[in-house]
């Protein structure tokens, strides 16, 4: 175990790796979060799309479209990312990227991050939405399909401190409030818990059995529950 153990006075000798079996029947204290020093890109890059086909009325005409990589602000796709991961859907066969959020302030913040991407967004009562299918099929590819198929990519986790945080905040401000973070998808639940650990936040997954868990908006599907911890970090075990 990481720990650190009691030495006087309510004082604790430094951190180092123990042998769980030494630390039985002793005071001992556990750091639950982590010093991270991840490398944060300056941009994301959307990768290239194309598609070939052919049409007309005897299938002799060949149709040929590309869309080119587009570059991206780092931080500015963070935010999208935690929104899309805990809000966004693919629809309309495969092409249309929607954000679902009701009115209030929640909508707005959201509006104002969709507003700066390289996309068109058009908005109903309760969505927002754009159709690229550039952006729905790298997001398909790497967040997944369905809620209870979400996780964050895996090279998204080694980012530097500065991402995970504002990734973590539009997660939160999505699917959460300020001490938890609400999902149907256990690796999601797990990615959320690897990253607030990154940024100096302890947290605990417990399991829910449907319907009895707050923002439960599938009651047929189990809840995971982060609890997101910035006190009482280093736990004491008597």
């Known amino acids: 175990l990481w720990a650190s153990e009691y030495a006087y006075a309510n004082v604790y000798k430094p951190y180092s790796l123990i042998p769980a079996e030494s630390l039985l029947k002793k005071h001992f204290r556990l750091q639950k ?42 931080l500015l796709w963070a935010e999208f990312l935690g929104y899309y991961i805990s809000e966004g859907s693919i629809g309309n066969k495969g092409y249309r990227v929607i954000v679902s959020q009701k009115p209030g302030a929640k909508r707005d913040i959201i509006r104002k991050c969709l507003k700066q991407l390289p996309f068109i967004w058009k908005e109903t009562d309760m969505d927002f939405y754009c159709d690229s299918l550039q952006l729905s099929n790298y997001l398909a590819q790497n967040i997944g399909l369905g809620a209870e198929n979400k996780h964050i990519p895996i090279e998204v986790k080694f980012y530097g401190s500065d991402f995970l945080k504002i990734l973590l905040m539009a997660l939160q401000l999505g699917d959460g409030d300020e001490g938890h973070y ?7 639940a797990d990615d959320v818990q690897e990253i607030a650990l990154k940024v100096g936040i302890a947290a605990n997954i417990v399991r829910r059995k449907s319907g009895l868990a707050p923002n439960s908006v599938n009651p047929s599907k189990d809840i995971y529950i982060v609890s997101l911890i910035k006190n009482h970090t280093h736990p004491r075990v008597n």
């Open 33 to 74: 979060t982590a010093r991270w020093s991840g490398t944060t890109p300056e941009k994301f890059i959307l990768p290239s799309i194309e598609r070939s086909w052919i049409t007309g009325m005897n299938q002799c005409i060949k149709r040929h479209w590309k869309k080119e990589k587009q570059e991206i602000p780092i």
């Open 182 to 188: 609400f999902s149907i998808s256990k690796k999601l």
